[in-house]
């Protein structure tokens, strides 16, 4: 049997050594981001439901370095946008370039053409650059001069961005956050990782060399198609679809809040709870899978009242609260 540690890896295709190869993933971004363990797996969570991830934290919380980790890991082709304010959406997608040597426009591709897209603090840019994203995120395709044209196999954007506070910045519309899977928060990190992550400066460590790190692909396309065919077989009784209905209509029932869960956001938990379970080595999803996952999933899709949020109620603490009232089935 092969080791799924070892440098091939990412050319097996069991499930069994899908799940080790996915579980040495995470051990290899822990070589270059110290504590960030939810946001990890949040990466791990979104590769396997073919997702989209929005990362959010104050400068310096190492955002762009977990995502640099987690592509210097993968076997996969990486492409990074630093998005700002006079970055214009044919930098992103691409544009016709004219030949003079033809006399024709052809294609050139633009970033978005990879397997792994790091959008680079997203919200310092305009809305329409940011709304360019939205055809590839959603279809996995862009369209230039009336040309559909595919994006490749697996495709996947990791975005970072500031608190919404800090000037400069541009929110992103409301049609643009659903597209994300997940919305995981960047927090800053407790006193013992602090001092690793000084300790790690201390000794050498280089956040611009991965390689220098030790950080290594230990996971590629064959790897992810054996992970989310094994995910596809995670059964989900009728109790669970239920229950993560349920939890989506109160949500557009709280007082609390103007903008509910819409049903794509139902169908996006139901698969990040049964990328969870199959990730902790279930093959059938509890509601503690749903609850584990809720916050991420469904943080971003919500929209608080003007009147809520001065009272200091945050979308976190609304799901908190719609978790603990919903029925859970037993």
């Not at 500031?162 to 541009?170: C, L, R, W």
């Not at 049964?274 to 919500?302: F, I």
Request: proline letters at 9%.
């Amino acid at each position: 049997m092969m080791d799924p540690t070892t440098d091939n890896a990412g050319q097996t295709g069991d499930p069994g050594n899908a799940r080790a190869a996915l579980e040495a993933l995470r051990a290899e971004i822990a070589k270059a981001v110290v504590g960030q363990d939810p946001a990890v797996t949040g990466l791990v969570v979104a590769l396997l439901c073919r997702g989209h991830v929005l990362l959010e934290g104050v400068p310096g919380v190492a955002k762009t370095l977990l995502v640099r980790a987690l592509a210097s890991a993968l076997e996969l082709d990486t492409k990074r946008v630093q998005f700002t304010p006079d970055l214009m959406p044919s930098d992103v997608t691409g544009s016709l370039v004219y030949d003079a040597r033809t006399a024709e426009f052809s294609f050139q591709p633009g970033p978005v053409f990879t397997n792994l897209l790091l959008a680079d603090e997203i919200n310092r840019t305009p809305p329409k650059t940011q709304s360019s994203l939205l055809e590839a995120m959603e279809e996995r395709q862009v369209t230039v001069d009336g040309i559909p044209r595919p994006l490749p196999e697996p495709f996947l954007v990791a975005a970072t961005q500031n608190p919404v506070e800090y000037e400069g910045t541009y929110p992103l519309p409301e049609a643009q956050l659903d597209r994300f899977l997940l919305k995981l928060t960047i927090p800053l990190p407790s006193r013992q990782d602090e001092i690793n992550v000084l300790t790690r400066h201390a000794e050498g460590f280089n956040p611009r060399d991965l390689r220098a790190a030790g950080v290594r692909p230990v996971a590629g396309r064959a790897v992810l198609d054996a992970a989310r065919a094994a995910v596809a077989k995670t059964t989900i009784s009728p109790e669970i679809t239920a229950y993560v209905v349920d939890i989506c209509r109160a949500t557009r029932e709280s007082p609390s809040l103007i903008l509910g869960v819409s049903p794509r956001g139902a169908t996006a938990l139901l698969a990040t709870s049964r990328a969870w379970a199959w990730l902790t080595g279930r093959d059938y999803v509890t509601p503690d899978d749903v609850k584990a996952l809720a916050l991420p999933t469904l943080r971003h899709r919500v929209q608080l009242r003007p009147e809520a949020e001065m009272e200091g109620v945050t979308a976190d603490s609304v799901i908190n609260a719609i978790l603990a009232h919903v029925p859970v089935p037993r």
